[in-house]
């Protein structure tokens, strides 16, 4: 049998969404010389520069995203929000709900982030590739059925999601997302829904504020199917695979996924400016390995990671390349100099307190299949 390779997901458009001229957190009426908006290409493109110089690109099977259709869209939003978004990009307006920056094309650039994930699913589906990684932009999982949030516009995991389920057929599919913030509109949209498992592994209270709780597990047919493990500031490698070892993967082993995806951000990252957990790359490459021996095990290796955020420009493409090098299988060798220095971090290890939050996010995992 020959090996089949990682599909890859990218678009220069993915670059070309413009969120400069937007200021995060400026207090209105306060003179402050503006400043680039942190959400903007450069750590993004960064990866693709070291994919591209690291000779991994070469190897990996170059998906060409499509466009999101409105109906692709309207499967996890309502109607009504892709043709406000629509028309609120056409007005020059410049967020399109709730902290999501709009620029101008950034509607159709959104579609074409949305669609990079439906695209990379036709070919794990064709049985074309092994599984896939889409590097795109803008990001996904803070948007809400009806609302854009935080950076993201349309929720591309949740699009894809429903579009494997409607259009490819996949009965369940369970989304982990690391991003360091809560994943609260990816359970939003399936908060009711058994067929969708939603854990989301993320800093405590970081962003939305007050939202990912260990208690918010879903309702009505859904209750059960929704798992949030809330990390204190300052976790490390061992909470981050405790929290996999310990919740995420039994969660898997429960649901039994036809499909798996994986919202990658590299905000946990030890030197992210908008959180404060130390991970290396050499964490995220051991992350990345447990998920992929879940999907090895449960689903026949399908497994989709897309990237959401991640903002130290630095750091974030040593960490994508380890992702990926192991969702290839393939090492480039290429030494990553931020290592030590995350490494060398106190604490890297699990700490009783984070233990307690993780052995409370576990006592969810019950109602998983029973
Ligand atoms: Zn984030």
């Known amino acids: 049998m020959s090996e089949l390779k990682t599909g890859f997901v990218w678009h220069e458009l993915y670059m070309w969404h413009n969120t400069d001229g937007h ?41 060409v995203p499509r466009k999101a259709s409105t109906v692709d869209l309207a499967r996890a939003h309502t109607e009504q929000h892709v043709v406000d978004v629509k028309l609120k990009n056409e007005q020059g307006r410049r967020d399109a709900g709730a902290l999501a920056p709009l620029g101008e094309g950034s509607y159709e650039i959104a579609r074409l982030s949305a669609g990079g994930l439906l695209s990379a699913l036709d070919a794990i589906h064709s049985g074309d590739i092994q599984n896939a990684y889409a590097l795109v932009r803008p990001p996904g999982h803070h948007a809400e059925a009806a609302l854009s949030m ?5 929720n591309n995991g949740a699009v894809a999601a429903r579009y494997a389920q409607s259009v490819l057929g996949y009965s369940k599919i369970a989304i982990i ?26 800093q405590d209270r970081c962003f939305p504020p007050d939202s990912g709780h260990t208690h918010e597990n879903g309702e009505g047919p859904g209750l059960g199917y929704n798992l949030n493990v809330p990390l204190p500031s300052g976790s490390g490698r061992g909470a981050y695979l405790a929290a996999l070892e310990q919740v995420a993967i039994p969660a898997l082993e429960r649901f039994q996924p036809d499909l798996i995806f994986v919202a990658c951000g590299y905000d946990a990252g030890a030197f992210d400016p908008m959180a404060r957990q130390m991970l290396s790359s050499e964490a995220f490459g051991q992350m990345t390995a447990l998920i992929k021996d879940a999907a090895a095990r449960l689903c026949g290796g399908r497994l989709l990671m897309y990237h959401e955020g991640g903002y130290h420009a630095e750091t974030v493409p040593y960490f994508a390349l380890r992702v990926i090098e192991e969702l290839a299988g393939i090492q480039t060798g290429v030494e990553d100099p931020f290592l030590m220095a995350a490494e060398a971090l106190g604490g890297q290890g699990l700490q009783p307190h984070q233990s307690e939050m993780i052995d409370q996010a576990a006592m969810n995992l019950e109602a998983i299949g029973s």
């Open 23 to 63: 200021t995060l957190f400026l207090p209105s009426g306060m003179s402050l010389e503006p400043y680039r908006h942190v959400e903007n290409p450069d750590a993004k493109r960064r990866v693709k520069n070291l994919l591209d110089a690291s000779g991994l690109s070469s190897q990996l099977e170059l998906l």
């Open 150 to 154: 935080g950076f993201c516009i349309f």
């Open 177 to 202: 997302d690391w991003d360091v913030h809560h994943g609260n509109g990816t359970q939003a949209i399936f908060w009711d829904d058994p067929s969708v498992l939603t854990v989301s592994l993320h």
